[in-house]
């Protein structure tokens, strides 16, 4: 297989009709009486089809991919990097947070791909590795020390491609926001320049990279599947099929665990399907803690209390879980931005597959640290995983005759859970993100508004920016400035952990550092949910290098 992810903007051309080949629309084409397969997968995410594309490169490997959701082929929406944000709710579950009480009880909601590519066919294409730090703690973690940086650093680049944007992009506006923001970087002290945002130190303001290709989105579906990679004779993607518990074998002594129960999305018919080598979830943070609670495993008393008779006790399931919350301060500015000319633009992108709808919205991002002399240091410990490790990701926008900062917190110490409500498997999940549970997480916000307060004030920005609009938290009364960040924050779509690794033979966690569920055989997990620490970037590098390191693991056992 080539490499998967284009960043930047050129490779990956149109792939061929899904239709032909192996994918099935439904589980009515799939000939189990002819077909066994040594590997079935969950999810056809970022996990699931990585793992799906690396294992069936051998000939001897038989692989079945299994997706609850659509195909992403044929659909404008996804291919067009500019249209992320009109993705409707066909290709998502749908997901609400139960009330979160630290924003004021509301409840959110929360997208998720239900759609071949996972969330990498509607995420916003960010592609920001994180850390060196971040991948460091993996190891500590997990006491496990080939999960670092510098052993993972070879799977990047396996996994990328690097391309130059297309036709070159119009940046010849004088007032651009981008180079009043390169200039404060020469002159800041606090926020610098920094030329890659993937060399393992993140901080300072980025260029931003994107997965996107030839002008078009580069999900896990055009990456790892698209091309040639489907019509491999040992590769079967079933779409429409939602898989619903996994089973245990009646056979083995020992908790064997190969069989995975499955529904046909529109016609209802049920049926299970058995792995000869192993069962892989790659169902997400959110779906994969959901299928293994449904099916009996995890905290034992958690489960009798909805009526799931419990099969494995691995209180850990579905805990853990990790975000990055953000809120929004603005300025007003003297209005520049020159609207885009949509349907020209979109001529051009079918004609050329150039112009303005091949980009994200966002050309720079900004890693900054809290200082070390911040009042919230003296009552609580620094979250960072280390010295590269930011504690907080602005993205700065121009909206109309407005600047808007997103401020992130990437260092959260907040934990929340994914619990079941019922005993049906088709229920939906109750998803508690626990957002600002913990007092360190809105102290940090607190401090990112600060940040971007400072950045704003720099030299380049005179006579471009004309105020700030807050909220401020240096003048608004501490109750008001909380109320309002309550109010408005939201989700960057980071979720980790509810399935974390652990030192091997540790009691908690939920899969050893092989990424098997600890005290199982025959069932791995490989998505978000195996992370144990929500990294200091956009989430789907992490993602794809882990998928990568795990399609090791899996061949190099068989
Ligand atoms: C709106 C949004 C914007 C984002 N923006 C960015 C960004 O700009 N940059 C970035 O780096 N990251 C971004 N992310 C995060 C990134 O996309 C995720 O971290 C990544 O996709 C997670 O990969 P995964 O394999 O764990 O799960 P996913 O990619 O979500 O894949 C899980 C798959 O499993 C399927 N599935 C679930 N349950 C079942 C079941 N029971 N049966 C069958 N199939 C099932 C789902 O339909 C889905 O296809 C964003 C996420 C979202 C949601
Ligand atoms: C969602 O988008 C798809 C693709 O554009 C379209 O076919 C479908 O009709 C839309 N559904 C709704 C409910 O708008
Ligand atoms: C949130 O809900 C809890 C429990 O129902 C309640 O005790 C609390 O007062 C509510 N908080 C707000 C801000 O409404
Ligand atoms: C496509 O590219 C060609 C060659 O550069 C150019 O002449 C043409 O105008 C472009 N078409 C559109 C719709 O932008
Ligand atoms: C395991 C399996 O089904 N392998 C097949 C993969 O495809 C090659 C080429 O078509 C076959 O020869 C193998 O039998």
């Not at 409840?107 to 509607?122: D, E, I, K, M, P």
């Not at 789907?540 to 899996?554: F, G, K, M, N, T």
Request: contains cysteine; glycine residues 10%.
């Amino acid at each position: 297989m080539g490499k998967l992810t284009g960043i930047l903007v050129g490779l990956i051309a149109l792939s061929a009709s899904l239709a032909q080949g192996k994918v099935l629309e439904d589980l009515k084409q799939l000939d189990f009486a002819k077909e066994s397969y040594d590997f079935v997968i969950v999810g056809g995410g970022i996990g699931g089809s990585t793992v799906a594309s690396r294992l069936s490169e051998n000939p001897r490997f038989n692989v079945l991919l299994i997706e609850a959701g659509p195909t992403n082929e044929g659909v404008i929406e996804i291919a067009v990097p500019a249209f992320f944000t009109r993705i409707n709710n066909t290709y998502s579950w749908g997901h609400v947070t139960t009330p979160q009480t630290g924003l004021n009880n509301r409840s959110l909601a929360f997208n998720q791909a239900r759609v071949l590519g996972g969330s990498s066919s509607h995420n916003g294409m960010v592609y920001t590795r994180g850390s060196s730090d971040d991948f460091d703690l993996w190891g500590k973690v997990s006491e496990d020390r080939s999960w670092s940086w510098e052993n993972l650093f070879p799977y990047f680049l396996r996994n990328e491609k690097l391309v130059p944007p297309p036709g070159g992009r119009d940046a010849s506006g004088q007032y651009d926001p981008q180079y009043h923001a390169i200039k404060n970087a020469e002159q800041s002290r606090e926020i610098k320049f920094n030329l890659d945002v993937n060399s393992g130190k993140p901080s300072g303001l980025v260029w931003v990279q994107c997965t996107i290709g030839n002008g078009e989105r580069c999900s896990a579906a055009v990456g790892a599947l698209g091309g040639k990679v489907k019509e491999r004779p040992n590769l079967t993607i079933l779409l429409n099929t939602h898989a619903t518990r996994v089973l245990p074998s009646k056979e083995s002594r020992q908790l064997d665990i190969r069989t995975v129960e499955i529904v046909s999305v529109s016609s209802g018919k049920k049926t299970t399907v058995t792995a000869k080598k192993e069962l892989i979830v790659s169902a997400g943070a959110f779906g994969t803690p959901y299928l293994l609670l449904n099916s009996g495993i995890g905290d034992k008393k958690e489960l009798e209390d909805v009526k799931v008779k419990s099969i494995h006790h691995l209180p850990d399931v579905g805990k853990g879980l990790s975000d990055h919350l953000a809120f929004i301060v603005s300025w007003s500015a003297n209005d520049v931005v020159r609207p885009v000319d949509t349907a020209a633009a979109f001529e051009e992108w079918q004609t050329n597959r150039t112009g303005p709808l091949t980009e994200i919205s966002v050309h720079q991002l900004m890693f900054a640290h809290i200082p070390h002399d911040a009042p919230l240091f003296k009552e609580h410990r620094d979250p960072a995983a280390g010295p590269n490790s930011p504690h907080i990701e602005i993205v700065m926008l121009s909206v109309g005759p407005r600047i808007i900062a997103s401020v992130g917190l990437l260092t959260p110490k907040s934990r929340g859970t994914v619990k079941i409500a019922s005993n049906n498997p088709l229920d939906k999940p109750l998803i508690d993100l626990g957002y600002l549970t913990h007092p360190f997480d809105l102290l940090a916000l607190k401090e990112g508004a600060r940040i971007a307060k400072r950045w704003c004030e720099g030299s380049a920005y005179e006579g471009y920016i004309t105020g700030f609009l807050g909220p401020d938290p240096d003048t608004l009364p501490e109750k008001e400035f909380d109320n309002a960040l309550k109010a408005g924050a939201g989700t960057w779509w980071h979720p980790v952990g509810t399935a974390s690794i652990s030192p091997k033979g540790a009691k908690h966690g939920v899969l050893d550092p092989e990424l098997k569920v600890k005290g199982v055989k025959g069932l791995r997990v490989v998505d978000a949910s195996a992370i144990p620490y929500v990294p200091t970037a956009h989430t789907q590098a992490a993602v794809y290098v882990l998928a990568e390191r795990a399609s090791d693991l899996i061949k190099a056992s068989w």
